[in-house]
């Protein structure tokens, strides 16, 4: 069945690069995406990747995709406090559309 | 440009109660839907609207959840009647038809006591 695995913690220092993983198991999705939530708010999405891409770069945020190993990450340069967040990875599956299967993401804590 | 629109932010009921949630798309927006966020996972697709009709109801509790979206355009998410496990956040999110983004509303906190 479709699953999107996601570590759920992690800790770095202001101004760190932070990498957040992902893995799913459904090889025919089509669109991979970054969501934030922040406390109390609801998901804004933060890029998005084709599944025949294998890199994405939106000013501090990378997208690499490994389609063979069912692997996303997402990496965040020059990381600030205003990143903490939980970051959700989500697939969306051909012939489904609209669908998206979220992990249950992973929580940043930036220390300044 | 204003976002998705949820009311209420926030729902206290008792076991056994009715409650409603309700939900404005953006503005040209044909694709709605509604998710419900459970304490540290992921969203969960309960049900997928295009205009007015369901087209992906297949994750709704149909005996105490219903949904409606009579014109096309604002939707409500009813339970009833709620149960203890019911406590979570539900999402609204909505897209052009066919569109790669989904754009989500702030959520309505629900706590069943």
């Known amino acids: 069945g479709e699953d999107v695995e996601q570590s759920l913690f992690l800790s770095v220092r202001e101004g760190d690069s932070s990498v957040i993983n992902c893995t799913y198991t459904d090889s025919s999705s089509t669109y991979l995406y970054w969501y934030k939530q922040e406390p109390g708010a609801g998901l804004q999405l933060l890029t998005y990747?084709?599944?025949?891409?294998d890199m994405k770069q939106d000013q501090r945020l990378t997208v690499l995709l490994n389609k063979k190993d069912k692997h996303l990450s997402l990496r965040i340069a020059d990381t600030q406090t205003g990143d903490s967040a939980i970051y959700f990875c989500a697939e969306s599956l051909s012939g489904n559309t609209g669908k998206l299967i979220f992990g249950q993401g992973t929580t940043l804590q930036v220390k300044p | 440009e204003a976002g998705v629109v949820q009311s209420p932010r926030y729902k206290i009921i008792e076991k056994k109660q009715p409650v409603a949630f309700w939900c404005n798309p953006i503005s040209g927006h044909n694709t709605l839907y509604w998710y419900l966020q459970n304490l540290g996972q992921g969203p969960e697709l309960l049900i997928r609207y295009e205009n007015e009709e369901a087209v992906d109801d297949s994750q709704l509790p149909k005996d105490r959840f219903s949904a409606e979206r009579l014109k096309g355009v604002d939707s409500t998410l009813k339970i009833q009647p709620a149960e203890l496990g019911d406590s979570a956040v539900y999402l609204c999110?909505?897209?052009?038809?066919?569109?790669?983004?989904?754009?989500f509303g702030p959520g309505t906190r629900l706590t069943v006591l």
């Open positions: 999110a909505s897209s052009l038809t066919g569109a790669n983004e989904q754009f």
């Open positions: 990747i084709f599944s025949n891409m």
